[in-house]
């Protein structure tokens, strides 16, 4: 990593969050700076990419809705046991 790339990962991620922020779209700025290393890695070939580490950010953003669905599910199911 070296400045020019620090400074494109950060504006990638900033226009990308400027952008959704103007259409009102509700994002994660840490994803749009893991995407915007990810392409900045892939611009400098394949090797500097750690593919198994980004493989578990994927996997744990798509596990992350259904699993916070079902326990807030739970939590209300629970709450209005109680009541």
């Known amino acids: 990593m070296n400045p020019a790339s620090g400074f494109t990962i950060e504006f990638g991620a900033a226009l990308t969050s400027l952008l959704a922020s103007k259409f009102a779209l509700p994002i994660s700025t840490t994803h749009c700076l893991i995407g ?48």
């Open 36 to 83: 915007s290393v990810v392409a900045v890695g892939s611009f400098r070939g394949k090797e500097p990419i750690q593919w198994k580490i980004l493989r578990n950010i994927v996997i744990s953003w798509v596990i992350t809705i259904p699993i916070s669905g079902i326990a807030s599910a739970l939590i209300m199911f629970v709450l209005k046991m109680t009541n």
